[in-house]
């Protein structure tokens, strides 16, 4: 089930279940108020006559009739097993009507993945010919053709941009994992970044650790913070990125984020006046959680954004 479904599920659930547990505390207020008043009226009459009875017999203190409360516990009782019964009794039944109502929109979910999967597998033979007859003329060229070169880093976009819509399209899919240096990767695809953003500085001080993730993953992962860094940074301030605690951690002192705990939702955008489709950080939370890498976003406007993937 995928983390947006177990999210509809909850809803459900609660809502299910709420609306039960809400008429069963109305049905037991009522009940409340009315057998305790049954028994209020009934020890008031039973009160009067032991007290006449009292004052005829003449026993002496006869106060104490007057002072008598309805016995409420046996009541109090009642309506806590009640609740128990309630409880155990309606949440199969919550969790039921809450499957039935989740699955059309879990069938139409997967006919949509299924959809996104088969074009983007289809797509990937038409990609693959442009970039390797591209790479043959480029090899066979005396120079290096700039027009060519653009056709070749459009064409690795739509590859990056392929195994993003899988991630997302099939977030369950078994991944092969293998151990990779959090340093080399890291570093790796900083010097690209500084390549191609030769004014922005970088601060790269990653130490060595081997970490079990999918290598495709974990490239696209930090690509795309690493590119988001650098789309929200202001002024081409210096971007940090070093390990603590075995996490990597990322910080820019960009414009900062607003809703941070909303960036990974899909079509979410801060800010529409930066290129960028809103599914970038949504295929990210895809890729982190099937290699089971932990992120935390701290995030403050016009102070910057802190991000911390947690490799243990």
Do not use: W
Not at 103 to 110: D, E, G, L, Q
Not at 297 to 304: T, W
């Amino acid at each position: 089930m995928k983390r947006y479904e177990k999210v509809a599920l909850l809803r459900f659930f609660a809502l299910f279940l709420g609306a039960f547990m809400l008429m069963f505390l109305l049905l037991g207020s009522l009940y409340y108020l009315q057998e305790s008043s049954r028994l209020t009226k009934e020890l008031e009459l039973t009160t009067q006559l032991n007290y006449i009875e009292c004052i005829r017999l003449q026993m002496g203190d006869c106060f104490e009739y007057k002072n008598a409360k309805p016995p409420l516990d046996s009541l109090y009782k009642d309506i806590f097993y009640a609740l128990a019964l309630v409880l155990v009794f309606f949440i199969p039944i919550s969790l039921f009507l809450s499957f039935f109502a989740l699955k059309p929109v879990r069938t139409a979910s997967t006919m949509i993945d299924n959809f996104i999967a088969n074009i983007v597998h289809d797509i990937n033979t038409p990609i693959a010919t442009i970039m390797l007859n591209a790479k043959s003329i480029l090899r066979k060229s005396k120079e290096e053709p700039k027009k060519l070169k653009r056709i070749l880093s459009s064409a690795k976009q739509l590859t990056n941009m392929q195994h993003d819509l899988l991630a997302l399209a099939d977030e369950n899919s078994e991944i092969e994992k293998e151990l990779v240096d959090l340093k080399s990767i890291s570093e790796e695809i900083v010097d690209g970044f500084r390549l191609q953003y030769s004014s922005q500085p970088f601060e790269a001080s990653v130490e060595h650790q081997n970490i079990e993730v999918n290598l495709v993953d974990i490239r696209r992962i930090l690509q795309n913070l690493f590119s988001n860094a650098v789309k929200y940074n202001k002024d081409e301030k210096l971007i940090k990125i070093y390990t603590q605690d075995k996490c990597l951690i990322i910080e820019d002192q960009g414009k900062g984020m607003e809703n941070p705990e909303k960036v990974f939702e899909k079509n979410y955008r801060e800010d529409y006046s930066i290129q960028g489709n809103g599914l970038g950080l949504a295929s990210v939370l895809a890729m982190l959680e099937r290699n089971n890498i932990k992120i935390d976003v701290k995030s403050k406007i016009n102070s910057g954004t802190k991000i911390v993937l947690n490799f243990r």
